[in-house]
């Protein structure tokens, strides 16, 4: 049983920092690609970021690029996201979720944004931003 459980968030003050872990299990993660999503209240859910299998490569929405960062280790099978310079607009349930594999590197790149190609789904943790 695939299951993806994120950690981490909570109330934080604009400028601050916080990092999200996303300890996955039930497959064999280091065989996928993992993404971060987030969903603020009344709006859809959004791409975060992005990670390759291997980690050698990571993809970001232009909203967040140069204050967050994905990374993984496979060997404790877990995802993180490491939010610098938060804005009171990354409010928002930060979920986590696994990809469907077996794309080459080139299908990944231009996929890895999109909400369908993900398969598994953590419950998401909420990040509060404050003023």
């Known amino acids: 049983q695939v299951q993806l459980v994120e950690s981490g968030g909570g109330l934080v003050q604009a400028g601050g920092s916080l990092r999200l872990s996303c300890a996955a299990s039930?497959?064999?993660?280091?065989?996928?690609?993992m993404g971060w999503f987030r969903q603020a209240p009344g709006k859809e859910r959004e791409f975060v970021a992005a990670i390759w299998w291997s980690g050698g490569y990571a993809n970001y929405a232009d909203s967040v690029k140069g204050r967050f960062t994905i990374s993984r280790d496979n060997a404790k099978n877990t995802v993180y996201l490491q939010m610098n310079s938060l804005k009171l607009e990354d409010t928002a349930v930060y979920s986590c979720a696994a990809d469907q594999g077996g794309a080459s590197f080139r299908e990944w790149r231009s996929r890895s944004g999109v909400e369908r190609s993900y398969e598994y789904w953590g419950q998401g943790t909420q990040v509060t931003v404050s003023s």
């Open positions: 039930g497959y064999t993660f280091s065989n996928y690609g």
